[in-house]
């Protein structure tokens, strides 16, 4: 049984928002820590330069805060 334009449709457009949303830069969440904030803001930025420039299936962002010792809800 053939579906219909319209189901074709919302299921398409349903795909397609799941797929940017996915794509979407994130920061991390950070628990409550004793953080210096320029010390944390160039480390984000850090690990956002490299999650822009490599393919992960995974947060990029996530995993390398944790690798720098943050701790990410």
Known sequence: MPIGYKTFTVVSAIAVCTALTACAPRNPEMGAQNV?????NRDLAVCQQQAA???SLGNAVTDCMRAR???VM
């Open 69 to 71: 010792g943050y701790r």
């Open 36 to 40: 210096d904030q320029a010390q944390y």
């Open 53 to 55: 420039s490599s393919f």
